[in-house]
């Protein structure tokens, strides 16, 4: 089993019904024994979580709302996500990147080039062996089509911007995390999401248990 720190981030359109499962996991880690930093994005750190209330419910051009989600990151990167990793923690985010891609580029169609930029400016991370882009190790995407998860956020509480976006938002939406993981598949677990909780949960623990995370 790795021993180093581990960065595992959860994906999918609203709806997509991540959260129980991000608990799941928070539990099955530490029965074997490992410390877990639960976090999410944007958010994770007193500032992060600030701009998060922005970024959530105040309208904004697509270019600002990157900015704000990248600056949310660089906080909750510095002061959450490096020293989790440094410890050895298991990092569970709920939500990264990707997010970023997905909504901020498929969903409000800001330029992909720009954010590959900002992702660089913001993420890269000084190594032994030079230089690289800190990304999560795995990013478990709960793929689901946009009408399904519209019947299950239906009446299920006050939608936030986001999630009073339109279907047509959330077909881009899923869109930008297919280009991401066709980007870069080894990152990526997708599950299908149009299943039992039960049997979701069992993909989503199979894709932990293949890479000899958990046994
Ligand atoms: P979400 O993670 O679904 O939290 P909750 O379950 O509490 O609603 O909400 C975060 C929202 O923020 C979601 O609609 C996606 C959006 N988002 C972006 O638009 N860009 C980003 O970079 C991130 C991380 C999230």
Known sequence: MKKG?????????????KSTHIDGLTQAFRAQGRAVTLTREPGGTPLAEKIRAMVLNDPMDAMTEALLVFAARRDHLQQVIEPALMRGDVVLCDRFTDATFAYQ?????????????MERWVQTKRGLEGDFIRNPDLTVWFDLAPEIAAQRLAGARIPDKFEA????????VSEGYRQR????PGRFARI???QAREAVWLDVLKSV???SWLV
Do not use: C, K, V, Y
């Open 5 to 17: 720190g581990l960065f595992i981030s959860f994906e999918g359109i609203d709806g997509a019904g």
């Open 105 to 117: 580029g498929g969903g409000r169609g800001f330029d992909l080039e720009t954010l590959l930029i």
């Open 165 to 172: 976006q339109p279907l047509e938002f959330f077909r881009r």
């Open 181 to 184: 993981m066709n980007a870069s």
């Open 192 to 194: 299908d999401a149009d």
């Open 209 to 211: 248990i293949a890479r």
